[in-house]
C-alpha cells in the first residue's frame, strides 16, 4: 500500500471525526466518529473495509484516549505506515491564516488566541491537534481553516455598518464559515461545466445543521452568509441567522432575559427548530408537512426557503456573470422538497426545475436539476475531508 494517505480529523468539543484518505482521488480507506467524550458513555465507530465497529472508549474517555483507540485499530491492519500526515480542520484562522498551514508552536498560540472568535471551536481544534501529535510526533500536522476560503472576501463584504475601530481593534468583521465546502463543490461545478474554476462564477448554497450561501467570483470568494459567528445569515437547524437585533434588546430589557438565555434562545432553539416547533432536523419537518398537513412545518419550510432564495438573489449584486447555484450538504444533497421551493422563489434568474432530475439527484449523487436552456442548478456532494487531505498532501509536497 502507499505511504501517501492523509488521516483527516476533525475535532468538536465532545466529539471527534476521522478519515484516512488518498489524497489524490478521495478514496476513503476508513472513517470513523468519537463521540460523547468527556462523558462515560464515550464511544468510537469505525467503518473500514466495508464493516463497521462500535466501542466504548476508556477513561478518561477524552480525545486522546479516542485517538489511542484509532492508532490500535491502524496498527492492527498495519495501516501507520500508510499515513504520511494529518490534516486537521480548524474552524478559525480570522485574517492571519487563508493558506493551509504547517503547524508549529507558534500556529498554535495563534489559534488559540483566535479562540475570542470562536470560543466553542477553536479550543476543541487545539485539543485534536495535541492529541494528535502525542500520538504521532513524527508526522507533519496541518491545518486547513474553514474561514481561509473567505479571506478573498473584498472590505466592502466583510465590514459592518458599526464604527471602524471595532474592526481595527477588536477584529469584529464577517469572516464567514463552511470555506472547504463552498471550495469543493465550486471546484466540481466547474468540472460539470468543462471550466476552468478560476472562469466560473457560482452562489453556493451549504445547507446542513449550519446553512451558508457564498458568491463565488472566478472561482474565489467575493461574499457569504455567515459573519463574524456562524449567527448571521440564512436561517438555519436551530440558528435564527438574521434578526433584527433590535430583539435583542427588547428580550433583555422588557421580556427580562439573561444575555445567556438570548444567546441559547437564537443558537439552540430557533431556526428550523424554533418555528416548526418539532424538530431541527429537516426530514422530521417534510414528514409532518407531506404525511400530517402539519402547518408550522409548512411555515419551517416555507421561512427557510424564502430566506435563502433572498440570499441567492442578493448574492447576483457580488457578480458579473452567473453560471450556476450549487446545492449541498446533508439538505441541500437531499431534499428535492427544499430546493424545488428555493428555486421556485427565483423565477427572475430563470431556473426551470426538471422534476425528474431533481429526484435522482440525492443521495451522494450529484447532477444538474434544471433543463436546458434555462439556468444551471447543481446538486453536488460536498467532500471536505478530501479538500483538507489534498491540501495538507500538496503543502508537504511543494516544489521548494
Ligand atoms: P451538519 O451541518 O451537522 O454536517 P448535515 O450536512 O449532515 O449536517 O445535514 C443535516 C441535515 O440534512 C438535517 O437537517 C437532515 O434532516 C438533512 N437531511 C439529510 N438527509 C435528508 C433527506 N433525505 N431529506 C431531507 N433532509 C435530509
Known amino acids: 500500500m502507499k505511504n501517501n494517505f492523509i488521516l483527516v480529523l476533525n475535532c468538536g468539543s465532545s466529539s471527534l471525526k ?5 489524497p489524490e482521488n478521495g478514496e476513503t480507506l476508513l472513517s470513523g466518529l468519537a463521540e460523547r467524550l468527556l462523558s462515560e458513555q464515550a464511544i468510537i465507530k469505525i467503518k473500514h473495509n466495508g464493516k463497521k ?18 492508532v490500535t485499530h491502524l496498527s492492527e491492519h498495519q495501516l501507520i505506515a500508510c499515513i504520511s500526515a494529518i490534516g486537521h480542520r480548524v474552524v478559525h484562522g480570522g485574517e492571519t491564516y487563508y493558506q493551509p498551514t504547517l503547524i508549529n508552536t507558534d500556529v498554535k498560540a495563534t ?6 472568535l470562536a470560543p466553542l471551536h477553536n479550543p476543541a481544534n487545539l485539543t485534536g491537534i495535541s492529541a494528535a501529535e502525542a500520538a504521532f510526533p513524527t508526522l507533519p500536522q496541518v491545518a486547513i481553516f474553514d474561514t481561509a476560503f473567505h479571506q478573498a472576501m473584498p472590505e466592502k463584504a466583510f465590514i459592518y455598518g458599526i464604527p471602524y475601530k471595532l474592526y481595527k481593534e477588536h477584529g469584529i468583521r464577517r469572516y464567514g464559515f ?36 457564498a458568491a463565488i467570483k472566478d472561482g474565489k470568494s467575493v461574499d457569504t452568509s455567515l459573519g463574524m459567528t456562524p449567527l448571521e445569515g440564512v436561517m438555519m437547524g436551530t440558528r435564527s441567522g438574521d434578526v433584527d437585533p433590535g430583539i435583542i434588546f427588547h428580550l433583555v430589557n422588557q421580556l427580562n432575559y439573561t444575555v445567556e438565555e438570548v444567546d ?15 424538530s431541527n432536523d429537516c426530514r422530521t419537518i417534510e414528514t409532518a408537512y407531506l404525511e400530517d398537513n402539519n402547518p408550522q412545518a409548512a411555515l419551517a419550510l416555507d421561512v427557510f ?11 447576483t449584486a457580488s457578480l458579473t456573470q452567473l453560471d450556476g447555484i450549487i446545492f449541498t450538504g446533508g439538505i441541500g444533497e437531499n431534499s428535492d422538497i427544499i430546493r424545488e421551493k428555493i428555486l421556485s422563489q427565483l423565477i427572475l434568474l430563470n431556473f426551470k426545475i426538471d422534476v425528474d432530475a431533481n429526484i435522482t439527484n440525492r443521495f451522494g449523487k450529484s447532477g444538474r436539476i434544471t433543463l436546458e436552456g434555462s439556468r444551471a442548478a447543481l446538486v453536488i456532494a460536498t467532500n471536505e475531508e ?7 498532501f500538496e503543502l508537504l509536497n511543494q516544489e521548494p
Open 178 to 213: 463552511h470555506g472547504t465546502s463552498h471550495y469543493f463543490v465550486a471546484q466540481q461545478a466547474a468540472k460539470m461545466l468543462h471550466k476552468p474554476l478560476e472562469q466560473c462564477s457560482f452562489i453556493s448554497a451549504h445547507l446542513g445543521n449550519g446553512c451558508s450561501v
Open 53 to 70: 465497529e462500535q466501542q466504548s472508549i476508556s477513561s478518561p474517555f477524552d480525545h486522546q484516549a479516542a485517538i489511542q483507540c484509532l
Open 264 to 278: 441559547t434562545m437564537l443558537n439552540k432553539q430557533s431556526g428550523l427548530l424554533g418555528v416548526s416547533q418539532l
Open 111 to 116: 489559534i488559540e488566541k483566535l479562540a475570542r
Open 305 to 315: 426557503c424564502y430566506r435563502i432564495a433572498k440570499s441567492i438573489a442578493s448574492f
Open 386 to 392: 478530501w479538500v483538507i487531505a489534498e491540501q495538507t
Open 18 to 22: 476521522f478519515s484516512l484518505i488518498n
